[in-house]
């Protein structure tokens, strides 16, 4: 896809949520299936099940799916995504990789030390990108990224979460 093909695609979009702001905001959903007989989740992703379980270091096997995993797989992708489409909206030409790496103390999930808390301490994203695009463009480019980034940007800003039982 180049960047005409971007544009038009979005272009219709663009125009809608600025007419009506309200048709803008969606609610995405996921769901999963408690499994059985093992520690488990299987969660339909759109293209596939994926068969969630413990970590290796909470006592799971390697045939499952981390959930910790799993989040730092869906920040790559929502950040490698927005970073092609704002390359490609804007006619830069540029290849490489994207990398989350995060930080858990396993002591806290498994309620060993209380003091510990449960979850990432720190998440690093990193791209590694190759282009002959200047030197600005690239760091412009990593900022539109960073600000346009669903997944960094609720990690960032923390979000209210609930849980019920319905």
């Known amino acids: ?13 663009k125009d809608r949520y600025r007419e009506e702001p309200a048709a803008a905001v969606i609610t995405l959903n996921a769901e999963g299936v408690l499994g059985d007989e093992e520690v488990s989740c299987s969660v339909a992703t759109g293209r596939a099940i994926v068969e969630a379980g413990l970590h290796p270091a909470t006592g799971g096997d390697t045939l499952h799916a ?13 950040a ?10 804007r006619g830069l030409d540029v290849k490489g990789t994207v990398r989350a790496e995060g930080d858990l103390d ?6 060993i ?3 510990v808390p449960v979850g990432f301490k720190d998440i690093r994203l990193t791209f590694d990108l190759t282009s002959d695009e200047a ?12 600000r346009y980034c669903v997944v960094f940007q609720t990690l960032v800003g923390s979000p209210q979460v609930t849980m019920a039982r319905s």
């Not at 490698?80 to 909206?89: H, K, M, P």
């Not at 480019?141 to 960073?146: N, R």
């Open 135 to 146: 030197p600005e463009a690239i760091e412009e480019l990593l900022a539109t990224t960073e």
């Open 106 to 111: 396993f002591r806290g999930t498994l309620g």
């Open 66 to 78: 981390c959930s910790g995993d799993m989040l730092l797989q869906a920040l790559v992708a929502c």
């Open 113 to 115: 030390d209380k003091e």
């Open 1 to 13: 896809m180049d960047r005409d093909e971007l544009r038009a695609i979005q272009k219709p979009l």
């Open 80 to 89: 490698g995504v927005t970073l092609r489409s704002v390359a490609t909206a």
